[in-house]
């Protein structure tokens, strides 16, 4: 008898993975992308965080900022910062109060989710968020930072209705001083958000 290298009958085929293989590794890959996709959607994420004036909880008027993270946001304007909202913090992320240009460290927060800090009588005049790899002990800087003041300011007008305006650089005190006057007519004048 030949041997089947010289046998003419002998019919050489090549290895073929088991299908079952294959398809365990498309599985990996598909879910590698995904992960992926997940992880840089929530790196590029906006988050908006509220300076309250309410001493207690995160709700009633309040001044804000909107960005991507690593911005310090203040100071806000007298009578707000005694309760801070961060919303839809991003998994591994945290939001941060200040009393003086982000620098004079009062608390922190961790995502995800949406988190809440009462103040209780304490204020933070300065906010900020950002992206950490896990929770890192928060110090005090040596150096102040530039800071965005907020840039948005919600309220109930006199008859009750909710209303979003912009808050232009250096308007902040103003429009503070208009909504504690209850100048329900020049916080109309604002532009809406």
């Given at each position: ?51 309250y004036?309410?001493?207690?909880q ?5 001044f ?42 009062l ?41 965005t ?22 308007e ?6 208009h909504?504690k ?13």
């Amino acid at each position: 008898m030949l041997p089947s290298s010289q046998n003419p009958i002998a019919i050489s085929h090549p290895k073929q993975q088991p299908s079952h293989t294959m398809h365990f590794t498309s599985l990996i890959s598909a879910l590698f992308l995904t992960l992926v996709a997940l992880t840089s959607g929530s790196v590029a994420q906006t988050v908006t965080y509220r300076g309250y004036s309410s001493t207690v909880q995160c709700s009633g008027s309040n001044f804000f900022c909107s960005d991507g993270g690593g911005v310090c946001c203040g100071p806000m304007p007298a009578g707000f910062g005694f309760s801070a909202g961060f919303e839809n913090l991003p998994n591994g992320s945290q939001g941060q109060g200040y009393t003086d240009n982000c620098r004079s460290f009062l608390f922190a927060v961790f995502g995800s989710g949406t988190r809440c800090w009462n103040g209780g009588g304490a204020r933070a005049n300065f906010l900020n968020w950002f992206h950490s790899a896990g929770r890192i002990q928060a110090r005090d800087a040596t150096e102040a930072k530039e800071c965005t003041a907020p840039n948005g300011f919600s309220y109930k007008d006199g008859a009750g209705a909710e209303r979003v305006i912009k808050v232009a650089a250096g308007e902040g005190e103003v429009i503070a001083e208009h909504f504690k006057s209850q100048n329900w007519t020049a916080l109309a004048a604002y532009e809406s958000a």
